[in-house]
């Protein structure tokens, strides 16, 4: 059996015995089954089944249209594949960009702050959601420019004088999808600042947003 064929039985969830064996034995399956794992994890997650916007279906035809212009012709388990493949990929997609723009549960907190220093005609609108392992954030700003040359803004969840980063961006001209490895109950002071590309892992002190505890 080929390996499309069993990674594509495996993903439509009718994995027949060969399939099944071909996975565990093959090296090259093998080295995928995390990543098999993980699209399955992605695929059964409720969130991610919204309603599509109206031109998905075009947009998945002509990505198959395409792919068949520059290959040879394919059989039907190989062609399912593919199919399968270009969906999942547009299906994130889209999941992706409703996540990022709102359409998704209400946050667990939420915080509307005005911009400080270098950011004082900004506002930002920062929601949470407590999930395994620390909290989901998004930052919606408005009013905030990019970052200057050799500059990066952070999100930083304090508590007291510790502080633990969220990660950084350059712009928020779109909400802009975050994660801190702690929960905001234990931090609750949430700031973003404007970082030197220099390397050093500590806050800079340059406040853009601070919404204390």
Do not use: K
């Not at 199919?83 to 907190?109: E, K």
């Not at 395994?132 to 990019?146: N, P, S, W």
Request: with cysteine.
């Amino acid at each position: 059996m080929r390996c499309e064929e069993a990674r594509a039985q495996y993903l439509e969830g009718d994995a027949s015995e060969a399939a099944r064996d071909h996975l565990s034995s093959c090296p090259q399956c093998i080295a995928h089954r995390s990543a098999l794992g993980s699209m399955l994890q992605i695929l059964d997650d409720p969130l991610l089944w919204i309603e599509p916007p109206p031109e998905l279906e075009r947009r998945v035809t002509r990505l198959i249209e395409t792919s068949d212009a520059e290959e040879p012709p394919m059989t039907g388990r190989r062609r399912r594949w593919q199919i399968i493949a270009a969906a999942a990929v547009l299906i994130v997609a889209v999941a992706t960009g409703a996540f990022l723009f709102g359409r998704q549960p209400p946050p667990d907190w939420e915080i509307t702050t005005a911009g400080v220093g270098p950011g004082e005609s900004a506002v930002a609108v920062i929601g949470g959601w407590n999930v395994e392992g620390g909290t989901r954030v998004v930052l919606a700003a408005e009013g905030l420019a990019a970052a200057p040359d050799g500059y990066t803004y952070e999100l930083w969840f304090i508590s007291d004088s510790t502080p633990i980063s969220g990660g950084t961006f350059a712009a928020a001209d779109q909400p802009v999808n975050l994660f801190v490895g702690v929960g905001r109950r234990e931090y609750p002071r949430v700031a973003v600042t404007l970082e030197p590309l220099d390397g050093d892992p500590a806050p800079s002190g340059i406040f853009v947003f601070d919404a204390g505890a």
